[in-house]
């Protein structure tokens, strides 16, 4: 969160005498004016800084508290509600801002309440799960994945039609838990067949959770952009202010 409060505004009212309220309302505009500024140089530091770039729902993950010529205080904070099947705004990439380790995915739920992921280890895509230009697992994949696995039934098969004279494709799904005697790396495969040939791939792999370095340092940007947006938007609306009085 990035807050705002005005220090030293006092000695600007008793300057003005009766006047002096219009510096609150002059205090509330810039106030705005520079919160709205600060929520703009976020989205332009997340779509350079992210992977792959931020998503439309890193974009808005933030929401702007306005000020009022009352409270004089504004601020910039990480969304707590949710879009659909995401985790809320601030579970979701509250690491970006702070470092230190994510919060657990739904997806990562979702295994673990089915015993398919363990306790401690969380997910990575494998070398087999289709990607979007964010670097995200792609839905549709995850879609037939896990209504494989989630019912839990050995040998279970999805059968693709591949064209006129092709071998029909029966796509399946294993999941790999730690200390298996396959010896693969734990996680969650996907195996081919057509015809006499069979093929796997790892979809989701399971992993330690990983430390993540801090993308953005919210006070350090706020404090940028206050002292670049604050004091000449103050200026600007006291003088409106003190010529609309006068008229």
């Not at 306005?66 to 601030?90: F, H, I, W």
């Not at 004279?165 to 029966?170: D, S, T, V």
């Not at 040939?197 to 959770?209: E, N, Q, R």
């Amino acid at each position: 969160m990035i807050a705002i409060h005005i220090d030293g505004l006092d000695a600007v009212r008793a300057q003005l005498g009766n006047a002096a309220k219009q510096a609150n309302f002059a205090a509330s505009r810039a106030l705005n004016t520079t919160v709205y500024a600060i929520n703009a140089q976020l989205k332009q530091d997340m779509a350079s800084t992210f992977k792959g770039g931020a998503t439309a729902y890193s974009l808005r993950a933030f929401k702007v508290t306005k000020a009022n010529k009352n409270t004089l205080a504004a601020e910039v904070s990480l969304r707590t509600d949710t879009q659909g099947a995401a985790l809320p705004y601030n579970k979701a990439l509250a690491h970006m801002f702070t470092g230190g380790r994510r919060s657990f995915k739904k997806l990562e739920g979702w295994l673990r309440a089915r015993r398919l992921l363990p306790g401690g280890l969380t997910v990575a895509p494998g070398a087999g799960m289709p990607l979007d230009r964010f670097g995200n697992m792609r839905q549709a994949a995850l879609t037939e994945m896990l209504g494989v696995v989630g019912n839990q039934r050995t040998n279970l098969r999805v059968y693709r039609k591949t064209g006129a004279g092709k071998a029909q494709k029966a796509v399946g799904y294993f999941v790999v838990l730690p200390g298996d005697k396959s010896r693969k790396h734990p996680g969650i495969y996907k195996r081919i067949e057509t015809g006499s040939s069979s093929g796997i791939k790892a979809m989701v792999l399971y992993v330690d959770p990983l430390n993540y370095r801090q993308a953005i340092d919210l006070d350090k940007l706020g404090h940028h952009v206050v002292a670049k947006t604050f004091q000449s938007a103050f200026n600007k609306e006291l003088a409106a202010a003190l010529a609309g009085a006068k008229s």
